[in-house]
């Protein structure tokens, strides 16, 4: 159960990050 969170999280966290990248260069 725990892997599958922190992948989750990971996951939440790339998202956020790919999402300020496009807002930046947009």
Not at 2 to 7: A, D, R
């Amino acid at each position: 159960v725990t892997g599958t969170v922190l992948i989750k999280s990971l996951r939440k966290r790339i998202s956020n990050r790919n999402l300020y990248k496009l807002n930046k260069a947009g």
